[in-house]
Nanobody
């Protein structure tokens, strides 16, 4: 059983940067693809991006492409979400999720089995 814990959220101003962490325990994390999603109370859950288990491939939603970067350190069982040039519309709870070692990562939340509790990111204008 994999447990995921996000950290690094906070209140920032537009244009600032934040780095979120997703720390995993249990399971074989270094074989799992990991995605970040975000959830606003007034909107549906939104895919942000994913990283393959090897770290060799990432994919991002158009809304964050060029501003957000996902990386991972399998030795530390941690995935990171570096967020630059933040905008007020990036305000949400950010959640990481891991699959069970699928050969193909996906932007569909149905493809992920393990979920963290999330960390709040608030961007003021």
């Amino acid at each position: 059983q994999v447990q995921l814990v996000e950290s690094g959220g906070g209140l920032v101003q537009a244009g600032d940067s934040l780095r979120l962490s997703c720390a995993a325990s249990g399971g074989t994390f270094n074989r799992y693809n990991v995605a970040w999603f975000r959830q606003d109370p007034d909107k549906e859950r939104e895919f942000v991006g994913f990283i393959r288990w090897s770290g060799g491939h990432t994919y991002y939603a158009n809304s964050v492409k060029g501003r957000f970067t996902i990386s991972r350190d399998n030795a530390k069982n941690t995935v990171y979400l570096q967020m630059n040039s933040l905008k007020p519309e990036d305000t949400a709870v950010y959640v990481c999720a891991a699959d069970k070692g699928s050969p193909f990562a996906t932007d569909d939340d149905d493809g992920y089995y393990f979920w963290g509790q999330g960390t709040q990111v608030t961007v003021s204008s």
